[in-house]
C-alpha cells in the first residue's frame, strides 16, 4: 500500500512539473510572437485613427489633437525603482475628431494616500508620438471601491469601463507615448517584461527538476525491493 501511495504521488508530482514546463514553452514562443509583431509592425507609422487596420497593437502613430486634462486617469501601484507611484493617462481628440487613451508615463506618488500628485497640463494643439497597446492587467489584490470624480484612481486601465464614465468613445487599446516624444513624462513601461530566453530557462528548470524527481524514485523503489 506503502508503495503504490508513493508511485501515485510521484506521478502527480512529475505531471505537475512538466505541465509547468510545457507552460513556460509556450509563454516563450508567445513572447517570441511578440517580439516579433513588435519588431515588424513598429516600423510603420500611421497618421489617423481612422487609417488603422483591424488589429492595430504595435503599429506606431502620430496624431496632431489636444489633451483632456478635465479626465485624468491615474493607474495605482506602479513601481520605479521601489518608489511608489502611477501611470497618467489622459484621453486625446485627435484634429479628425477620433478619441484615444495616452499613458504618458510615470509620476511618483505623494507621501499621503489621501494626496493625489501635481498632474502636468498641455494646452492647444500638440503631436502625439506612440505605440499602441493592450492595457496591461494588473492582479488586484482585492476588492476596491470605484472612485468617483476626476483624478481617478483605478487598479486597472479597462477602456469600455473608462469609456462609460468619461462618456467618450474611448477604443479598446491604449496609446504608449514615445520616450522621445516632448510630452512624455519618466517611462517605465515594457511590452516585453521577460524575454522568450527567460521562459525557455525556466522550462528547462522544470523538466530538469522532473527528471530528478523521477531518479530519486527510481532509486527509492529500487531500494525499498532488497
Known amino acids: 500500500m506503502r508503495r503504490t501511495g508513493f508511485i501515485l504521488f510521484t506521478l502527480v508530482v512529475l505531471s505537475v512539473l512538466v505541465k509547468l514546463g510545457m507552460w513556460q514553452i509556450s509563454r516563450g514562443q508567445e513572447k517570441e510572437t511578440l517580439t516579433a509583431a513588435l ?18 497593437l504595435w503599429y506606431r502613430v502620430r496624431l496632431s489633437g489636444e489633451y483632456d486634462h478635465s479626465k485624468a486617469v491615474l ?15 489622459y484621453p486625446f481628440r485627435t484634429e479628425n475628431g477620433a478619441w484615444v487613451l495616452v499613458n504618458l508615463g510615470w ?27 493592450s492595457p496591461t492587467q494588473l492582479p488586484e489584490l482585492s476588492e476596491t471601491g470605484t472612485e468617483s470624480g476626476w483624478p481617478r484612481r483605478v487598479q486597472n486601465i479597462k477602456p469600455d469601463e473608462l469609456a462609460a464614465a468619461t462618456g467618450l468613445p474611448l477604443p479598446d487599446w491604449v496609446i504608449q507615448i514615445d520616450p522621445d516624444d ?7 513601461w515594457q511590452a516585453v517584461v521577460m524575454g ?12 530538469l527538476l522532473a527528471l530528478a524527481v523521477a531518479g530519486l524514485a527510481w532509486w527509492w523503489l529500487k531500494r525499498s525491493t532488497h
Open 75 to 89: 493607474l495605482d501601484n506602479q513601481l520605479d525603482r521601489g518608489r511608489p507611484g502611477y501611470h497618467l493617462f
Open 182 to 188: 516632448p510630452l512624455a513624462l519618466k517611462q517605465n
Open 107 to 133: 509620476l511618483p506618488a505623494p507621501q499621503y494616500r489621501d494626496e493625489l500628485p501635481v498632474l502636468p497640463e498641455f494646452h492647444g494643439q500638440v503631436m502625439l508620438t506612440g505605440m499602441i497597446a
Open 39 to 56: 519588431k515588424l509592425r513598429g516600423e510603420q507609422t500611421f497618421y489617423s485613427v481612422a487609417s488603422l487596420p483591424d488589429d492595430p
Open 196 to 207: 522568450p530566453e527567460k521562459h525557455y530557462a525556466y522550462a528547462v528548470q522544470w523538466f
